[in-house]
């Protein structure tokens, strides 16, 4: 495997991915369970009793869900490998709980074994019981389903791999990703200052050179 990053030809236009249809067989109790989740309701249209579309958008997501009657031929709970990225696992995790949503442990993949008798996801058919020893980032999962057996994942992303993200282009979707990720800076700065031996009083850009490497998967300031 490799981790090549392939420079992509000059673009022309751009195509951003915004939609991803799901199909259910009860349209009021979907529009209900994701409701609950907390995500944001944007439409709910009919025409007369043959045609139905809901749209729905996580928090901070730049895409969204739509579900309804006549939008799909797929059969419902056919929808399978559906990632939610999430900074900070066990957050997600005890949110969905608070909501009365069943969600699985924590879980990781096992090293370079892929073959295996679980649920398949991106590192194959063997979940490890717990997050990430290492807590290396997109390394640790967690799965849950909608009423119709629709399948989501979080996965845990702090620093982004080289060339997903320009540092330029810094942003958060959430305070909640914002928070997290200053968290992690005041962390490592505070094993900075040990290093030092002395207070940073510069660490306002310490902090902001932390933040901007990691969210564009460049090295950490030591």
């Not at 063997?126 to 640790?140: E, F, N, Q």
């Not at 990720?181 to 031996?197: C, M, V, Y």
Request: charged letters at 25%; one cysteine or more; a negative charge.
């Amino acid at each position: 495997m490799t981790n090549a990053i392939e420079t992509p030809r000059a673009r022309t236009l751009d195509m951003k991915l915004e939609i991803v249809v799901i199909p259910v067989s009860d349209v009021d109790r979907a529009k209900r369970f994701y409701g609950d989740l907390g995500w944001r309701l944007d439409a709910d249209f009919a025409a007369g009793d043959d045609f139905r579309v809901i749209q729905f958008t996580p928090p901070g997501s730049s895409c969204s869900v739509i579900f309804g009657k006549n939008v799909t031929a797929a059969a419902p709970g056919s929808a399978q490998g559906l990632y939610l990225i999430v900074s900070d696992l066990e957050a997600a995790r005890d949110d969905l709980r608070s909501r009365s949503v069943e969600i699985s442990e924590a879980f990781h993949g096992a090293g370079d074994v892929y073959a295996g008798t679980d649920e398949p996801y991106l590192f194959g058919r063997l979940r490890v019981s717990g997050p990430d020893p290492d807590h290396g980032s997109y390394r640790s999962f967690a799965s849950f389903k909608d009423p119709d057996g629709n399948g989501w994942l979080f996965q845990e992303i702090t620093t982004r791999l080289p060339g997903r993200i320009d540092a330029e282009g810094t942003t958060f979707a959430t305070t909640t990703d914002l928070v997290a990720a200053l968290q992690r800076a005041a962390a490592a700065h505070g094993e900075h200052e040990k290093r030092t031996g002395q207070h940073d009083a510069d660490w306002a850009n310490w902090y902001a050179d932390y933040i901007v490497r990691e969210q564009a998967g460049k090295p950490l300031p030591s």
